[in-house]
């Protein structure tokens, strides 16, 4: 076990000011939208740092975790919007460049509008940074999180217990398992989207606690990535078979308001539906590995096992011997 800090508090403060810190060098970088990697990491950022929010929000004065994470959550939102497009443009140009000659008019297509998307985008990112309702609070939460440990605040006899871990985890775990009627119709798209969103709750607060028994909930953290990332395969290609068919419309529209008819479509469509047809058949391979994956986790107790890891945080190992010292 690491040493844990002296408060639940302070173990917030230390976990939420690194995560702060990383963000604001990161957000320096997207202006310029030239690496995506950049806007990934932001993103990912984005994420932990409103997950650690929620977790500790009992550790601040009430409604100010709250007024922080909705300053997050502006950013979170342009970012994942963003990343999902980098995301369809890197897959649309894998998939261009081991085409045929039938298939590339369509695809390139595809390309040329997901790219004049995401330039439009940048610019509501810059926007975003500059916005006063989102730099503000950020700015003062960071610095009123190390005020806060210059001045030695963190108290011992007003701070939430450590017990709250047990509580979060649990809770998070329910939440994830309340989603079992669903998973083995392959027709829940927004439940398993909800659920993916449900597990990366869940291993966001593990990674997040962590540090207070290290080496514990590591191998649960691997399981539950694992099972998100089949998750997200799942979702990526439910979002090109909703969209495709709509895009296909789109173009088709703009094609005859172009030329006063639609002769020159029919060569565009062949790489788009080929594509969506590509996507279908990953989309049900995905499922059953998903499906196979959740089985294995019940057969293997693994949610009794992480529940059970769960309660032995409601009191850290060591503090009872502390007791009696």
């Known amino acids: 076990m690491t040493q844990r800090a002296a408060t639940f508090r302070s173990f917030a403060v230390s976990t939420i000011v690194p995560l702060l810190e990383k963000l604001s060098s990161q957000l ?7 690496d995506i ?14 997950a650690a929010l929620a977790l500790f929000e009992p550790c601040f004065p009430p409604g100010e975790a709250k007024r922080w994470r909705k300053a997050v959550t502006r950013i979170t939102g342009v970012l994942g919007e963003a990343r999902d497009l980098d995301v369809q443009m890197e897959s649309v140009d894998e998939e261009l460049r081991a085409s ?17 998307r995401r330039e439009k985008l940048q610019r509501r990112i810059c926007a975003a940074l500059d916005a006063r309702d989102v730099r503000e609070p950020l700015d003062a939460m960071l610095e009123g999180l190390r005020e806060t440990v210059r001045k030695d605040l963190l108290k011992e006899e007003d701070s939430p217990s450590f017990a709250l871990c047990a509580d979060e985890i649990r809770a998070r775990i329910a939440d994830v398992l309340s989603f079992d009627g669903f998973v083995r119709n392959p027709a829940s798209i927004k439940e398993l989207h909800d659920l993916r969103k449900a597990g990366k709750r869940l291993r966001y607060a593990l990674e997040i606690f962590e540090p207070l028994y290290a080496g514990l909930l590591r191998s649960f953290i691997e399981r539950l990535k694992a099972l998100q990332d089949l998750l997200g395969e799942i979702h990526d290609c439910d979002v090109w078979i909703d969209f495709l068919p709509r895009f296909l419309e789109e173009e088709a529209a703009r094609t005859l308001k172009y030329y006063g008819h639609v002769r020159v479509f029919p060569p565009l469509k062949t790489g788009v539906l080929a594509f969506m047809e590509k996507k279908r058949t990953l989309r049900a391979h995905d499922f059953e590995r998903f499906l196979d994956e959740w089985e294995r986790l019940g057969k293997e107790t693994f949610w009794d096992n992480l529940n059970a890891a769960a309660e032995t945080l409601r009191k850290p190992r060591g503090e009872e011997g502390a007791e009696h010292s």
């Open 100 to 116: 045929g000659e039938r298939e590339r008019p369509g695809l390139s297509r595809l390309l040329l509008r997901l790219s004049r």
């Open 28 to 34: 320096a970088d997207l202006r310029t939208g030239e």
């Open 37 to 50: 990697e950049h806007l990934h990491k932001a993103r990912v950022s984005t994420r932990r740092l409103r």
